[in-house]
């Protein structure tokens, strides 16, 4: 962990937790680890239940969008980092206790897995596409016959990434908003209602697109419910958990998260959502932009109310 910390520039954190503050990067870059981990998710999970053919925006072409989320959020996470050219040094070894550790080496799975996925339907979703070389038109070819490995071990590297999004959060004990373990569930949760939205954007399947919105609505009701759980638990907890409960139930936090992230991000898109399968017309758009933009509301808010709950020393 120390040499994590010194990787990080966060080696005063131990013993100062406020003197660091962290920025829109990993704000950032956990929007698009989530947002990846969901379409990832969609993506194996169909392929693996044989609807490669009735749902293709789910299974290739939203797909084709995460190798370039993936490098954003990378880059967005190694322009937090003080000592940059010490980056390597957290892939010297595996340290299963440490969350940075385990993603890490989960980012380095699932960055070039998207990359595979997205490659071997490359020429289904450009018609036009040729491989220039030879052998890579024989690893094409390897990893079409070996799609259902690939399928399997994304599935899992997705859930994985999903949850560590919020485990990154509640590893840091200094922070009494992020100490919980609610955040995992929640932001594998958010990330899968972003997949699910982006997919139904990129469908021109009606079926598929109700299917979407469909999971999108169990989902959101998921995340409202992890929600309240969260703050029940803050609230029931010490008086520094209770502080930094109250950051949202009538302190500084309380009209940013309900409006932006609870209201815009989740009630009304929900709604939307409802009135769409009850054959309503309302724009894709509409719907896919305000769950898009609660998510990444959702992770700037928590990021930063979490760093002004502290301990006091």
């Known amino acids: ?34 947002l990846t981990a969901g379409i990832l998710f969609f993506a194996s999970f169909y ?17 084709m969008i995460t190798p370039f989320l993936l490098i954003l959020g990378l880059g967005a996470l190694f322009l937090d980092l003080h000592h940059k050219l010490y980056f390597w040094r957290l892939y010297t070894n ?40 030879k052998i890579l038109n024989q690893l094409e070819a ?15 590297y997705s859930v994985i990434l999903g949850i560590y999004t919020g485990v990154l959060l509640s590893a840091f004990n200094a922070r009494p908003l992020w100490n919980t373990s609610i955040l995992g569930p929640l932001f594998l949760a958010s990330g899968l209602s972003a997949g699910a939205a982006v997919i139904v954007a990129f469908s021109k399947n009606k079926l598929e697109r109700n299917l979407l919105s469909k999971i999108d609505l169990i989902v959101i ?24 409960a109250h950051l949202f139930l009538g302190g500084r936090y309380t009209l940013p998260f309900w409006i932006f992230v609870v209201f815009i991000g989740m009630i009304i898109p929900a709604i ?11 724009p894709v758009a509409i719907p896919v932009i305000l769950i898009l933009f609660g998510n ?9 109310a979490g ?3 502290r301990y006091l020393y």
């Open 1 to 34: 962990m120390e040499e994590e910390l010194i990787i990080s520039g966060r080696m005063n954190e131990k013993i100062d937790p406020v003197l660091h503050i962290w920025g829109w990067e990993i704000a950032f870059y956990l929007f698009v680890g989530g």
């Open 47 to 63: 392929y693996l239940n044989g609807k490669e053919k009735e749902y293709p925006a789910t299974v290739k072409w939203a797909p």
């Open 94 to 133: 595996i340290r299963l206790e440490s969350p940075m550790s385990w993603g890490a080496w989960t980012l380095m799975v699932v960055t070039p897995l998207s990359i595979i996925w997205s490659a071997t339907y490359v020429r289904e979703v450009f018609p036009w596409w040729d491989w220039k070389f």
């Open 142 to 156: 390897f990893f079409i016959k070996h799609r259902k490995t690939l399928a399997w071990i994304m599935v899992f």
């Open 221 to 244: 009701g998921a995340e409202l419910f992890l929600i309240i759980h969260l703050f029940m638990g803050l609230l029931a907890s010490t008086e520094v958990q209770i502080e930094a």
């Open 272 to 282: 939307l959502e409802f009135l769409e399968l009850r054959g309503q017309k309302i």
């Open 296 to 304: 990444i509301m959702l992770r700037f808010i928590i990021v930063y």
């Open 307 to 309: 760093q002004a709950s």
